[in-house]
């Protein structure tokens, strides 16, 4: 069995116990010297992501959710090869609704575009969703359920979602969790936060170049940094710099060489035959920029999808 967590494009939607919501989010980073297994060779990781999150009142109750992500992955599938580029672009699409004090709910529709973007076809185009069940313990204290599905190259993944998110009183300490998917832990310092985040990345992209016919590649990474974010006009603007460790895995598979079904950290009937060497973790550097909204005077409810 082989481990796959899969990052929701996390983005905060109206949820319960916080008063901002992320609009806009861009970030760049490399990882390492990342080596192949077995090989002298290595190749380093370029990455690309941006969000945007839309939210559209429909009533007192219900809020419509729109907006999409895009991320773009650099690097060598094989020693001494050329590099590929490896592109990801969803919408998204779904309902936020309130319906008493304490409970409150998220369904959101993923439908992606996942390749190396050089012949685009139905093939590469892949269907997901999640759904979110949140309760409010207290104002500054918020309970999530939920669970997240996607359609991939080597077939089906769900992932049950368990999390919190917390503020302390003072509101300096921070706790969003999402778990196994995500988590940011942090303190502020007026214009200065630090804190440290994870996130179980695990991504699918058909390779369609005439070169390397019928393979896709199965992405799977766990990234852990720590950040430094300076809070910029009124805390609207974030700017972050993150260090960290990422177990960077590209694996390259045939297109018909699936799993039976992939449950959390688990993958059932996986026979499959890796084709490029393992690639190994490495340091990572990583710059985000962030646009926050803040709510005026009152407590709203944000989510991650």
Not at 99 to 123: G, M
Not at 128 to 145: E, S
Not at 197 to 208: Q, V
Not at 216 to 222: F, I, N, P, R, T
């Amino acid at each position: 069995m082989k481990p796959i967590l899969f990052l929701l494009f996390i983005s905060p939607l109206c949820v319960q116990s916080q008063d901002y919501v992320d609009l806009f989010r861009i970030g760049y980073g490399q990882t390492f010297n990342n080596h192949f297994e077995g090989s002298s060779s290595n190749t380093q990781v370029d990455t690309f992501e941006a969000d945007l999150v839309f939210p559209v009142p429909l009533s007192e109750k219900h809020t419509l959710i729109t907006g999409g992500s895009f991320s773009k992955n650099r690097l060598q599938l094989f020693p001494e090869s050329s590099y590929v580029n490896l592109f990801s672009t969803a919408l998204k699409l779904g309902l936020a609704s309130t319906y008493t004090s304490k409970w409150s709910s998220t369904f959101v529709f993923l439908p992606k575009i996942a390749s190396d973007y050089q012949n685009i076809t139905s093939d590469d185009l892949y269907f997901g969703g999640f759904a979110m069940l949140k309760y409010r313990k207290r104002d500054n204290l918020l309970f999530r359920f939920g669970a997240y599905a996607s359609q991939e190259a080597f077939g089906v993944f769900a992932t049950p979602i368990f999390g919190w998110y917390y503020l302390s009183n003072n509101k300096k300490f921070e706790m969003d969790m999402s778990l196994p998917i995500a988590a940011d832990i942090n303190y502020s310092l007026g214009h200065i936060t630090i804190g440290m985040d994870y996130f179980g990345i695990g991504r699918s992209f058909n390779l369609t170049e005439t070169n390397s016919p019928n393979l896709y590649v199965d992405l799977s990474s766990l990234e852990f940094a720590s950040y430094v974010q300076f809070n910029t006009l009124e805390k609207s603007v974030l700017l972050r710099a993150k260090l960290g460790y990422s177990s960077n895995d590209y694996e390259v598979y045939a297109l018909q060489d699936n799993i039976d079904f992939g449950l959390s950290a688990f993958s059932f009937g996986d026979n499959r035959t890796q084709i490029n060497p393992t690639l190994l973790g490495g340091v990572f550097l990583k710059f985000e920029a962030i646009y926050r909204f803040h709510f005026l005077g009152k407590k709203e409810d944000l989510d991650r999808q």
